[in-house]
């Protein structure tokens, strides 16, 4: 619905002036009556007061009031009444804060698993508990394999083998020399550490017992191995996490993708410690949409050197988000009203004249919202309470809020008319789409 069309309908069934505000006490002041318009907006006017097919009284229109029918016209005592205020479009930086929720978990850069390469047998298990905080080379737990038992004895012959060729010729040393490497090698692909290595070499005997160690500092999450249990290649004994810095992986709605970024400073609370503020980055924002909630999750590196968030926390999140370095034409968002097709603004154009206006918005923030178009700077705009409607029909009734109406069956004032004009008695409210076809 067009913003003229809009004002034509809405006010003249509210017994709105198109150019005049219909004051009772001040009716009396208004000067000559020039002619009575259609009460729904329609072109048809009488030189002598009369009732539309609904009943509703035609309404006078004064000498010096028959502005353009795109406008409203009310008396400053009207609008001191109804508590309209209107502010200025003004340029100014939006920002709002983006608020998410979220769960705290484990860095995956940080997870570790310890799974041997061989098989092998548990004979000493020396960390056995979930939980239990390790430090990086720490003994996990000793080990016996024959591969591994195999390995070291190929390792030992080949290096043996190696010293008694000295006087040999090249090529002979040179195949018992690659031997050797393929034997360490091996041990070193087992990740048998350096150590232990060294110790082969030194004592010179294959070791039946290898200690497995731990690869990083940080906490046991899961532990499958148990003392004298049989492992296979690959089996998972160990799952160990560094917890020193964590994940805090949020949910943001799609509308508010665009205020995130990386390296955006984000503010957490968590119910565990309640007024502390713990502080992280954005690190990463997924790339795909969860159709049910509508939202993607953001991840937040955090910071956790003291160990006392802990991974399933539940935690609350606070970006500061800009939507612009530089300045935009803004008007706050209580002007915002919906005709349907496009938001429409209320403009004051002086002399208690206002008039609906169509415009294009962009970004939004807290309290003001970008205008693309229909607004220049220093304009001013209805910004009263009244007016923060959402439909159409609402939006009617706003507007009719000017003439001290809140429906559209309701009859003008009596003292609006002329004298001779009894009241009109009082009709049922007429549903809006009763109205559409007037």
């Known amino acids: ?18 150019g005049s505000a219909q004051i009772p006490d001040a009716a009396a002041q208004q ?11 329609l072109p048809d006017t009488s030189p002598t007061p009369k009732k539309d097919s609904m009943g509703m009284d035609y309404i006078p229109v004064y000498e010096g009031e028959d ?68 430090k990086r080379g720490e003994p996990l737990m000793a080990v016996y394999s024959p591969e591994l038992v195999s390995a070291q004895r190929e390792y030992l012959l080949a290096s043996g083998g190696l010293r008694s060729l ?3 010729s090249p090529e002979t040393r040179e195949g018992m020399s690659q031997l050797a490497e393929t034997a360490l090698l091996r041990l070193r692909n087992w990740e048998i550490s350096a150590d232990q290595l ?22 046991v999450l899961e532990k499958t191995a148990i003392q004298g249990m049989r492992f296979m290649p690959g089996e998972a004994l160990y799952r160990i996490a560094d917890l020193s ?29 309640p007024g502390e503020l713990f502080l992280g980055k954005v690190a990463f924002i997924y790339p795909t949409l969860n159709p049910q909630t509508r939202t993607a999750q953001v991840r937040v590196e955090l910071p956790n050197p003291k160990g006392r968030l802990r991974p399933a926390m539940y935690a609350s999140i606070e970006l500061a988000a800009g939507h612009n370095q530089a300045a935009v034409l803004t008007i706050p968002t209580s002007a915002v009203l919906s005709s349907g097709a496009r938001p429409v603004v209320l403009v004051e154009l002086g002399e208690g004249r206002y008039q609906p206006r169509e415009v294009r918005l962009g ?49 003008a004032p009596s003292t609006a008319t002329t004298p001779e ?7 049922p409210t007429t549903p809006a789409s009763a109205h559409e076809g007037h």
């Open 198 to 219: 060294d110790r082969l070499r030194k004592e010179g005997q294959p070791q039946q017992q290898l200690l497995l160690r731990a690869p990083a500092d940080g906490v």
């Open 166 to 168: 000295r006087a040999s």
């Open 1 to 18: 619905m067009k913003p003229r069309t809009l004002i034509l309908v809405v006010a003249a069934a509210l017994g709105i002036g198109f």
């Open 31 to 41: 000067g000559k009556i020039l002619y009575y318009r259609n009460p729904m907006g």
């Open 421 to 427: 004009t009894p009241p009109a008695a009082a009709t």
């Open 245 to 273: 810095s964590l994940w805090l992986v949020a949910d943001v709605f799609e509308q508010d993708l665009n205020l995130v970024h990386p390296g955006q400073e984000a503010r957490i609370t968590v119910n565990a410690f």
């Open 67 to 134: 502005t353009g029918g795109d406008q409203v016209r009310i008396s400053p005592e009207k609008v001191q009444k109804l508590g309209v205020r209107t502010e200025a479009v003004q340029r100014r930086v939006l920002s709002r804060p983006v608020r998410a929720v979220g769960l705290i978990a484990p860095d995956e850069r940080r997870l570790f698993t310890v799974a041997p390469r061989f098989e092998g047998w548990i004979e000493r298990l020396l960390v056995n508990s979930t939980g239990q905080t390790v």
């Open 363 to 411: 970004l939004r923030g807290d309290e003001y919202v970008q205008v693309l178009e229909g607004l220049a700077d220093q304009e001013r705009v209805v910004v009263s309470a009244n007016f923060l409607i959402d439909a159409e029909s609402n939006l009617k009734a706003a507007l009719g809020s000017f003439g001290g109406h809140s429906g559209h069956g309701a009859t």
